[in-house]
């Protein structure tokens, strides 16, 4: 299935049904009288977030949604039914905005939540309303009321445990398919991630959920490289992994420009728990591992973990570490303590 991250789409509720103007005749009943019902409520456009979604590739071909216009009103007195409701079915972290594209209307990001997005147009009276004891036989019977449209922009942001955050070609899709399910495209060159990916990694009896972010470079935040799209993604994760490949000479450069974009492009961002590793060990000398460990060390000023994800090494301890901090950021109670 092809990944699609963002939208735009047409969404229109039902109008609502005509009333009747209608009277009852019937032999032997003598001033039968006024007995047209009402028109029925049109449909309503309903967003519903579901599991088994990860993608907005449903709105990429299909991009007019419109509910069902109410029933009219019919003679003795039957009112009409009401329009049927238009339900789009989305991914758990979709955002809806208005044509604008910086106005939020709607935030999913419970299974099961059901958002009405536009409500139906209210069915018109039929002359069986307008009947009184001094207006005993009425012929007014009015248009149902006309329904709401909108255009509205789907952006998808991926919900994980953790993020994925590097420069290109830093090993993210490596780790990612070394240590979950997940088949993301490897190769030896820049950009090979166009798309985020996500992964179940498994520890021991327990799982958390991986996203692989594509790579930033320097002005991602400008819209350089791949631009700010895939950074919203980082937004809904609990924590970040920032790899850093160690075959480059500069690597606190490297980790810093990833910090400065994060910090630049803000929603706090440059504040969420980050752990570091550096990664493609297995192509280093002992020497240059320490060494460059060190240098990471003091530029992030917190522990790094030397890993590789080609062998395998030291990434069953970084995974449990990892583990215990999803697990910090699911409880508050223990993130307080």
Request: charged residues 30%; aromatic residues 8%.
């Given at each position: 299935m092809k990944f699609l991250d963002q939208a735009?789409?047409?969404?229109?509720?039902?109008?609502?049904?005509?009333?009747?103007?209608?009277?009852?005749?019937?032999?032997?009943i003598e001033f039968g009288g006024p007995d047209g019902g009402d028109?029925?409520?049109?449909?309503?456009?309903?967003?519903?977030?579901?599991?088994?979604?990860?993608?907005?590739?449903?709105?990429?071909?299909?991009?007019?949604?419109?509910?069902?216009?109410?029933?009219?009103?019919?003679?003795?007195?039957?009112?009409?039914g009401a329009g049927k409701d238009i339900v789009l079915r989305l991914p758990r972290g979709t955002q809806v905005f208005a044509e604008d594209n910086e106005t939020l209307l709607v935030d999913l990001t419970e299974i099961g939540q059901r958002v009405v997005l536009l409500k139906g147009g209210d069915g018109g009276y039929g002359n069986l309303h307008y009947k009184s004891s001094t207006n005993r036989?009425?012929?007014?019977?009015?248009?149902?009321?006309?329904?709401?449209?909108?255009?509205?922009?789907?952006?998808?942001?991926?919900?994980?445990?953790i993020g994925l955050v590097g420069l290109p070609n830093a090993g993210k899709s490596t780790f990612l398919a070394a240590t979950s399910n997940a088949r993301p495209k490897i190769a030896d060159y820049p950009f090979t991630t166009l798309t985020p990916g996500l992964g179940v990694v498994k520890v021991g009896?327990?799982?958390?959920?991986?996203?692989?972010?594509?790579?930033?470079?320097?002005?991602?935040?400008?819209?350089?490289?791949?631009?700010t799209r895939f950074l919203g993604h980082v937004e809904r994760c609990r924590a970040l992994l920032h790899l850093v490949d160690g075959t480059q000479d500069d690597i606190v450069g490297a980790y810093?420009?990833?910090?400065?974009e994060l910090k630049a492009y803000g929603g706090n961002l440059a504040r969420k728990k980050e752990v570091v590793a550096l990664n493609k060990t297995?192509?280093?000398?002992?020497?240059?591992?320490?060494?460059?460990?060190?240098?990471?060390?003091?530029?992030s000023r917190k522990a790094v973990h030397v890993i590789s994800g080609v062998s395998g090494h030291g990434v069953q301890p970084l995974l449990h570490e990892l583990m215990k901090l999803v697990d910090r950021q699911r409880d508050p109670a223990k993130e307080a303590a």
């Open positions: 735009k789409i047409f969404v229109r509720s039902g109008n609502g049904g005509a009333g009747c103007a209608g009277f009852r005749r019937e032999k032997f028109g029925g409520r049109g449909g309503d456009v309903i967003l519903e977030c579901v599991d088994g979604l990860n993608t907005l590739i449903d709105y990429r071909y299909a991009q007019h949604f419109k509910a069902e216009t109410g029933h009219h009103g019919m003679g003795s007195q039957r009112t009409g036989a009425p012929r007014r019977a009015d248009k149902g009321w006309p329904g709401e449209e909108l255009w509205v922009w789907l952006r998808l942001k991926l919900i994980a445990d009896e327990r799982e958390f959920v991986m996203a692989d972010i594509p790579g930033l470079i320097e002005g991602a935040h400008e819209g350089s490289g791949l631009g810093r420009t990833v910090r400065a297995d192509a280093m000398t002992d020497e240059d591992i320490e060494a460059k460990r060190a240098l990471l060390a003091k530029a």
